[in-house]
């Protein structure tokens, strides 16, 4: 069974600062992998989606990273916004599969002004 | 689009009572997928559909919870009876049943049960 850890938590952070979000998991046998934001009280937004395929995946200040043979994705934000504050989730489909992911625990990011 | 469309987006309800949860995915998708988020246990995908047909239901959490797709733009999760926990967010996400498309979420619709 596909487990997700995430780590930091949460983070708390000044603006402008550079910050790295990790997702680590399990099996490695994976397709694609999904980093979404979620606000307090919303739903979840989509941000990024990595294929096995890629090494890495870029949306304006955001750039994610894949690595499966070590079972770790990273969110790179660029000159973080308190705007940006919000839950950090990764979505890390089953083993050989695409459609029944895991989501992990999430990161809360603050930036602070 | 307008997106995946969920109603109610907060329902109270007394236990015991029958609760029926809404979601509209996105026209075009054809898969659907119906998740629980609660903070001790996070997201929990509860079940999912390819063309209106349940494809794995393992995460229902007990025979007072079942879902319907009839038709491809319309899909229900119904609790019967409710129980205090039960309380959670809700949450219907659609995609295309395919290795390149990942999930777009509805906005979730919040349960509490007294």
């Given amino acids: 069974k596909q487990e997700v850890t995430q ?9 402008g600062e550079n910050l790295v979000l990790n997702c680590s998991f399990t099996d490695s046998a994976i397709y694609n992998l ?18 096995s395929s890629q090494r890495e995946q870029t949306s304006g200040r955001l750039n994610a990273s894949l ?11 660029a000159a973080s916004q ?4 919000a839950t950090y989730l990764c979505a890390v489909p089953q083993t050989g599969g695409y459609q029944k992911v895991t989501f992990g625990i999430g990161t809360k990011l603050q930036v602070i002004p | 689009d307008a997106g995946v469309i969920q109603s ?28 629980r988020q609660t903070m001790m246990r996070g997201l929990e995908l509860l079940i999912y559909f390819n063309n ?24 229900t999760l119904k609790i019967q009876p409710s129980e205090p926990r039960d309380s959670a967010v809700y949450f ?16 979730g619709t919040r349960l509490t049960v007294v």
Wanted: hydrophobic content about 30%.
């Fill in chain 2, 52 to 75: 209106n047909v349940p494809i794995d239901d393992s995460g229902m959490p007990e025979d007072r919870f079942s879902a319907k797709m009839p038709n491809a733009s319309f899909s």
């Fill in chain 1, 34 to 51: 999904q980093w979404f934001r979620q606000d307090p009280g919303k739903g979840l937004t989509s941000l990024l989606l990595i294929q």
């Fill in chain 1, 67 to 77: 690595d499966k043979s070590s079972g770790r994705s990273t969110l790179y934000i």
């Fill in chain 2, 8 to 35: 109610p987006r907060h329902e109270v309800t007394e236990m015991g009572q029958e609760v029926t949860l809404r979601c509209k995915p996105i026209s075009g998708h054809n898969s659907l997928f119906w998740y």
């Fill in chain 2, 92 to 107: 219907c996400a659609s995609s295309l049943s395919s290795r390149d498309y990942g999930y777009t979420f509805g906005s």
């Fill in chain 1, 82 to 85: 308190p705007g940006d504050s």
């Fill in chain 1, 7 to 15: 780590i930091p938590a949460a983070l708390s952070v000044p603006e």
